[in-house]
């Protein structure tokens, strides 16, 4: 849960005590549990399609409906799916609103991938050289979460890597509104080799 990427570095801290992390952190929301109750459902609506069948859908849809579909298949890692999705919304006027359409909890495509360690679906996102990736790179959800962030947190070495490459040292220097980097909340968890890759992107500072 989200609480996880931004607590826990302290000792002897009884996690069901009121003044534990949960407490003391302002309170991120629990992605883990509500992916979790609703993942068979996404999986059944994400299964891969035909190319003529979506086409049609992708044709019909609205851009709020191209977002929902770029999540969704972002969440449940289906590289294939996704690239040809993107496809699809690349050849839309309405391109940057779908791509940059974030969830009831501030999160964008990236950070959906970014949770479950998708490498292939942010690659699709990464080989794309448009002024939409940068903006998708550096957009924050809900309690200044950024992509790099929650893949920190989760201890996704390859998907930071990906995402240092891609978003540098400017990425690496986000916090969450209570302060806390990318850096604070790898090496909180125990993700040495993920707090490695960060503090050489980003430095002292960091």
């Known amino acids: 849960v989200r609480e996880e990427r931004t607590g826990g570095v302290a000792t002897g801290v009884d996690p069901a005590h ?23 459902q996404l999986r059944d609506s994400c299964l891969i399609e035909s190319q003529e069948s979506l086409s049609e859908r992708c044709a019909s849809a609205s851009t709020a409906e191209m ?15 996704f690239r040809a999705l993107l496809l699809h919304v690349l050849a839309r006027d309405d391109a940057a609103e779908a791509l940059m359409q974030t969830n009831k909890r501030g999160e964008s495509v990236l950070h959906l991938a970014a949770d479950k360690g998708h490498l292939g679906v942010l690659q699709e996102i990464r080989t794309r050289d448009c002024m939409w990736r940068e903006l998708l790179l550096m957009l924050t959800a809900d309690d200044g979460i950024s992509c790099l962030i929650i893949a920190a947190g989760e ?22 509104s209570n302060g806390w980097s990318c850096l604070h909340i790898a090496a909180g968890q125990g993700h040495l080799e993920v707090a490695k890759l960060l503090v050489e992107a980003g430095g002292r500072e960091l």
């Open 67 to 81: 977002g929902a579909l770029l999540q969704q298949s972002a969440a449940l890692g289906q590289a294939a799916h």
């Open 155 to 176: 201890g996704h070495l390859e998907v930071a890597k990906l995402l240092v490459e891609a978003g540098g040292r400017e990425l690496a220097m986000l916090t969450a």
């Open 18 to 40: 009121p003044t534990s992390r949960c407490a003391a952190m302002p309170k991120l929301v629990k992605l883990a549990s509500m992916r979790q109750e609703h993942f068979d």
